[in-house]
């Protein structure tokens, strides 16, 4: 029973900063490539950025040089740090886990910029 719980979203100013956490309870967690996926009322879901379970990240280009994605495999949690935030990052966060077939998705948490 795998389970994925968030929590650092909020209300932000533009330029402002976040940071959201995301704790596994599964005993494989080092082996699972971590990710954080968001979602805007009538836009798709999108990747926003992702970590394998060697440390190699990826981003969306829109979040690039203001996202970070992190691990610390001895607390199983993955971090995202989201500085000069913009309107257009608001949205619903999603916490996810991926091994080959296995795929787990925490509740969502709020992300809301605005002035």
């Known amino acids: 029973q795998a389970q994925l719980v968030e929590s650092g979203g909020g209300l932000v100013q533009p330029g402002g900063s976040l940071r959201l956490s995301c704790a596994a309870s599964?005993?494989?967690?080092?082996?699972?490539?971590m990710g954080w996926y968001r979602q805007a009322p009538g836009k798709q879901r999108e990747l926003v950025a992702a970590?394998?379970?060697?440390?190699?990240?990826n981003y969306a280009d829109s979040v690039k040089g203001r996202f970070t994605i992190s691990r610390d495999n001895a607390k199983n949690t993955v971090y995202l740090q989201m500085n000069s935030l913009k309107p257009e990052d608001t949205a619903v966060y999603y916490c996810?886990?991926?091994?080959?077939?296995?795929?787990?998705w925490g509740q969502g948490t709020q992300v809301t910029v605005s002035s």
């Open positions: 996810h886990a991926s091994l080959q077939w296995r795929q787990y």
């Open positions: 599964g005993s494989i967690f080092r082996l699972y490539t």
């Open positions: 970590i394998t379970s060697g440390g190699s990240t």
